[in-house]
């Protein structure tokens, strides 16, 4: 077990099948929960999840991945089993970075890889050495036209949440809570929805409730252009791997201007030489049948660098969050 570091908990699940424990970091307005798994003093990588979703999306992947990482999974504020924000806040993706620092300087960690955030790459270059993106393609940017709209909705909508907020949250049968998130994201199979919902589901008087905080399903308002997504990217330094699936977010942006963006985005990787394949599979693929993309990430890792950030920055570049689908969607 790790030595208990200042504001950083673990506890050992003698129920897994391998051993993992749970972290706890605090922060100001509660804790930040996760899971952890590896030797004390294996490589540090960092894992971050997708959006809706918790650190169990990496369950299936981690057991696959070379055994000398120490890998770290955040549930994400508001995700999970880490606390909401306080009330009046609205999840940006800015403050998703910061809560990474609040871990990683919890951990004592001056260097390792990334799960997720390539702007946290960007912004601080000196201490990331290596990026895998699954199904991502690191920066999902907006039409600046676009950004005026895009913020004042999503004001509009955390005013309506917040007259709203006290209305009592719907329960459900477990079952019934399966069924209701495949419904809403058709990419997890059934086991992986339960594996999700092990961590993403609160008992109550007379069945479960969700236990996001519903306003990661708001409008995110920190938008930034394909100009400014470019320029974070000059500035990345780590080796990076993207690995996109055939049925994932490439079939979701196909309209002209949405390709062009990707397009240039995964260019300017390879123009860095930096790695980008395709596997079979859909959005999920990770998570859903994790030993396609387990043998890419771990090549990646052990031929190149002997350590690797596995990362899924699909919580800024899911389907799901792009405006058309998240006003529809996971309002449970």
């Known amino acids: 077990m790790m030595q208990a570091l200042k504001g950083v908990r673990h506890v050992t699940s003698s129920t897994m099948k391998q051993a993992v424990s749970e972290l706890s ?13 590896g030797p004390d003093h294996g490589h540090p990588v960092l894992c971050l999840h997708g959006w809706a979703d918790n650190c169990g999306t990496f369950n299936t992947l981690v057991p696959l991945l070379p055994k000398e990482c120490r890998y770290v999974a955040m549930d994400l504020a508001g995700h999970g089993r880490s606390s909401h924000r ?5 999840h940006a993706f800015p403050s998703y970075v910061m809560d990474v620092r609040r871990v ?3 951990l004592q960690w001056s260097k390792f890889s990334i799960i997720g955030h390539s702007m946290g790459d960007a912004l601080y270059p000196e201490m990331v050495d290596a990026v895998v993106l699954l199904d991502s393609y690191g920066f999902l940017p907006t039409d600046q036209k676009e950004m005026p709209k895009v913020i004042r909705q999503g004001f509009e909508e955390m005013l309506l949440f917040e007259k709203t907020m006290e209305e009592k949250k719907r329960v ?4 019934k809570a399966v069924e209701r998130l495949m419904s809403v994201n058709q ?6 929805a339960k594996i999700l919902l092990e961590r993403g589901l609160v008992q109550v008087e007379g069945g479960v409730v969700f236990s996001r905080d519903f306003r990661v399903n708001l ?11 470019l320029e974070l990217h000059s500035r990345i330094t780590a080796s990076v791997l993207v690995v996109l699936a055939e049925s994932g977010l490439d079939k979701i942006f196909a309209e ?15 123009d860095k030489n930096q790695s980008v394949v395709t596997v079979p599979g859909d959005h999920h693929i990770h998570l859903n049948k994790p030993d396609i993309v387990a043998p890419v990430v771990s090549d990646f890792l052990q031929t190149k660098h002997g350590h690797v950030c596995v990362s899924l920055m699909c919580y800024f ?16």
């Open 25 to 37: 970091v605090a922060v100001p307005w509660g804790e930040i929960r996760g899971k952890v798994w």
């Open 86 to 90: 306080p009330p009046g806040v609205l």
């Open 104 to 106: 990683v300087d919890a």
């Open 172 to 175: 459900y049968t477990y079952e």
């Open 187 to 192: 990419t997890l199979s059934e086991r992986s």
């Open 219 to 229: 409008k995110n308002i920190a938008r930034i252009s394909l100009e400014q997504s």
């Open 256 to 270: 002209d201007e949405q390709k062009k963006c990707t397009s240039a985005l995964l260019q300017a990787y390879r």
């Open 317 to 332: 570049s899911s389907p799901l969050s792009s405006p058309e689908i998240l006003s529809q969607v996971c309002r449970f």
